[in-house]
């Protein structure tokens, strides 16, 4: 623990000077997944804030600090074969990331986002003062801080839950015909208590695939065990598409964990074959394993915001009430044509909350409605203009079928609109005590500033121009891409040295 009470120490010495002298500043984490565009201003360097403390047996928890990756924290915790409950599908994506915004994985209509799975955390408030947040210690503070994207403090460690982890995943891939059948059979699949994870894939309209997980250390004699990890590996959603295409009964197989916890990484689920359309280049299994060092998640993302595609790609994951989903879908698919659809069933946090939510029951006043997800990705309009009005439009229907959107992504509400969704009150009352007033508020973090925008294309000169050029924007991402892929190689070895 001394190294990380070293880094917080600095932390806290950093934020105090900010506090003494009133002045704003951000976080920097080192990385991001979010598709926001970003910036620079005054900032408190938390990125050596990247390791696994302890891993408990006996209370099944881990200790682990904000920067750590889901990649790197189940590797830690499946040494002593325990799992976390909630797993973000991307490797990259961090636990401190998981809490400050929103975490919702394909186990989550099992046990809610992933907050739901901390039992406290550790935070730098804006004064400097170190504190603990937790169900019995700052309970407003330990609820207002899990989506509130790093708006009320600085989360600094946490303590995760843990549950048995087994050597497989039973994967069965049960085909749809339809939207409606689609959603109908993920909330009928959401009620057994046998399965562990739950989504499912809408190819198109008339194929749909609705997929149940259950962890085991059984493998059926004969079986043959499936793999997606490897170059040579399909594309975990490609090979479901290819088993269910024709299939008219349910389809099992058996996926090694870790596997199955990272299935859509190769790829970014379907993502990665954007690339492959931008620069109109063959797209087949020989392609695949060829630029497969490119083709992960961490690369994806790094090359979409480095290439500048970001401010036209549609990277949304909304979530919507069941009796309205349909509809939703209709409207996308009139709308943006894009396919596939990720299709993840939600528990929702209680209220009041900065997740997505809903105050729709389907029971008592007590309880509330459980919620679909709809991962809505792909290419939008290229001319600027079109591409805000395409998503203020997604934003008005959204609001119109009682929906909410993930923030991690483009957001363009006005801040009036922005909080007739959240409890503007009682998250101004949590910033006010503690002392959170000089970091951005979450209306001013999370929403596109298009005028901020503007000015900083005009100002970037040729090389904001080249970006917008086809190739130069997507081999200025690839390049880029590289380069970030061999600093974590580099800095992951200095880790070993240091014996980190």
């Known amino acids: 623990m001394k190294h990380h009470k070293d880094v917080v120490c600095q932390i806290t010495s950093s934020v105090s000077q900010y506090f003494k002298r009133r002045e704003p500043f951000r976080i920097f984490h080192g990385s991001t997944n979010s598709t926001r565009p970003g910036g620079r201003q005054n900032t408190v360097d938390i990125s050596a804030l990247s390791r696994v403390l302890r891993v408990d047996t006996k209370t099944k928890m881990a200790l682990v600090e904000p920067n750590v990756p889901m990649d790197r924290l189940v590797e830690a915790t499946m040494q002593y074969g325990l799992v976390p409950p909630v797993v973000m599908e991307f490797p990259g994506i961090t636990a401190g990331g998981g809490f400050a915004g929103t975490g919702g994985e ?27 947040a937790s169900e019995k210690e700052n309970t407003d503070l330990f609820h207002g801080a899990s989506g509130a994207v790093g708006t009320l403090g600085i989360t600094t460690l946490l303590e ?22 689609a959603v ?20 198109s309209k008339d194929h749909g695939v609705i997929v149940t997980g259950r962890m085991t250390d059984s493998l059926p004699s004969g079986s043959a065990i499936q793999h997606f ?25 058996h996926i090694p964990l870790a596997e199955y916890l990272f299935r859509y990484d190769r790829g970014g689920f379907w993502v990665g074959r954007s690339a492959f359309s931008y620069f109109n280049f063959p797209f087949n299994k020989l392609t695949r394993w060829f630029l497969d060092d490119f083709l992960h998640t961490r690369m994806l993302y790094k090359a979409l915001h480095a290439s500048g595609q970001s401010r036209n790609y549609v990277v949304q994951d909304l979530a919507i009430p069941y009796p309205t989903v349909e509809k939703f879908i ?16 939600l528990r929702q946090s209680r209220l009041p909350t900065l997740h997505p939510h809903t105050s729709a029951t389907e029971t008592d006043k007590k309880t509330l409605a459980p919620l679909l997800n709809v991962g809505l990705w792909g290419f939008g309009p290229p001319d600027p203009a079109a591409f805000v009005t395409k998503n203020r439009e997604l934003e008005a229907k959204l609001k ?29 009352g949590l910033r006010k005590k503690y002392h959170a007033e000089r970091l951005p508020s979450m209306w001013h973090k999370v929403r596109v500033d298009e005028e901020a ?22 081999l200025w991402g690839i390049r880029k891409a590289i380069q970030s892929r061999e600093y974590l190689v580099a800095r992951r070895s200095s880790w070993k040295d240091k014996g980190e």
């Open 400 to 428: 119109e079928l009682g929906g909410m959107k993930w923030l991690y992504a483009h957001t363009y509400y006005p801040e009036g609109e922005f909080w007739e969704m959240f409890d503007k009150e009682w998250y101004e």
């Open 330 to 345: 209709d409207y996308t698919v009139s709308s943006f044509n894009i396919w596939p659809l990720w299709l993840c069933p």
């Open 160 to 181: 995760l839950q843990l549950v048995q982890a087994k050597k497989y995943v039973e994967a069965t891939y049960h085909p749809v015909r339809s939207v409606a059948e």
């Open 453 to 474: 925008q503007r000015r900083a294309e005009e100002e970037g000169g040729w090389g904001a121009w080249a970006l917008r050029k086809w190739p130069l924007g997507g």
């Open 106 to 132: 394909s186990s989550s209509f099992k046990y809610g986002y992933f907050n739901e799975t901390v039992n406290s955390i550790e935070v730098v408030l804006g004064n400097g003062e170190v504190v603990t």
């Open 229 to 253: 990890s490897a170059p040579s590996d399909p594309w975990f959603y490609l090979h479901v598409h290819d088993r269910t295409l024709s299939a008219t009964t349910p389809i099992t197989e």
């Open 184 to 203: 109908a059979k993920v909330k009928e699949e959401t009620l057994n208590p046998a399965h562990d994870y739950v989504d499912g894939i809408l190819f």
